[in-house]
């Protein structure tokens, strides 16, 4: 597999706490969306890290197709 799964035709809202790290599933196949659960392990694709600066409300991408993983980019929109 090398094109990810659709997960969602939105992005996720999520509230990030500072200083702490998230994976996201860039595969689309993990059950915890949009977090990884290691369910890319039969993929070549592999989770980006997103390191929370501060604490807010993060919007991470679920349609897979970002240009800037792990964020939403509004791809889902073309």
Known sequence: MTAPVRAADQPFAVEVEAGRDYW???CGLSAKQPFCDGSHK???ITPVKYAA???RTVFFCGCKVT???PLC???HNG
């Open 67 to 69: 240009k800037k993983p």
């Open 73 to 75: 980019d509004g791809a």
């Open 42 to 44: 039969s993929t070549d």
């Open 53 to 55: 600066d501060k604490s």
């Open 24 to 26: 996201w599933c860039a």
